[in-house]
Each structure stands twice: as structure tokens, then as C-alpha cells.
């Protein structure tokens, strides 16, 4: 069975956060208009996906397969969007200018 095609079920869990960060984690949920839980599993999930198929760091990726990209149509983020989300600009620059 494919990794990604992989469903499971909820399982109940605790953990222990500093008052500080569990602030945050409630302020970006609330600001995000999710529960407290469904964007503690989400972000979870996304920082722990494998990315499928894995491919190695030297792969070259044909000219034929980068036409089919998009990249060129995107607006390249200001300095206050980068600012804004941390992890936007290590994006941009793993996985738009690389291409």
C-alpha cells in the first residue's frame, strides 16, 4: 500500500508544553479559525511527512518535467511576507529558485 494512501485512526495523547508556547500554539489556532487541535495535528503532520517519492538532493530533474512547472508564474513574496512567516522564505528558496 502507498505510504501517503496509508489512513489511521485518532488516538487520544497528552503532552507537556511551556505556558508560553502553548499560548502561541492557541493564539496562531485561533487566528487560523481551527481548534486547538486540529492545528496541533496538522502542523505535526506536516512537519513529519515524507516526502513521496523521495527523491536524492543530486536528482536532476529533466527540462521537459521543469516546463510543466508553474514557478515563473509566481509573485516572488516582499521582505515583509518573508518577515510575516519564517518558514516562507527557507520555502521559496528550497523549492522555487532552485528550479
Known amino acids: 500500500m502507498n505510504p501517503v494512501e496509508r489512513k489511521s485512526r485518532n488516538v487520544q495523547t497528552a503532552f ?3 505556558e508560553d508556547l502553548l499560548e502561541r500554539i492557541k493564539r496562531e489556532a485561533k487566528r487560523r479559525g481551527t481548534s486547538l487541535n486540529a492545528y496541533v495535528a ?5 512537519e513529519t511527512r515524507v516526502e513521496w ?3 536524492p538532493k543530486d536528482y536532476k530533474v529533466s ?3 521543469l516546463n510543466l512547472r508553474c514557478v515563473d508564474k509566481l509573485r516572488e513574496p516582499t521582505p515583509e511576507e518573508f ?3 519564517p518558514k516562507l ?3 521559496w528558496n528550497k523549492y522555487v529558485k532552485t528550479y
Do not use: G, K
Open 63 to 65: 527540462q521537459e518535467i
Open 53 to 55: 517519492p523521495h527523491l
Open 16 to 18: 507537556r508544553f511551556s
Open 83 to 85: 518577515a510575516e512567516d
Open 89 to 91: 522564505e527557507y520555502l
Open 42 to 46: 496538522d502542523v505535526l503532520d506536516r
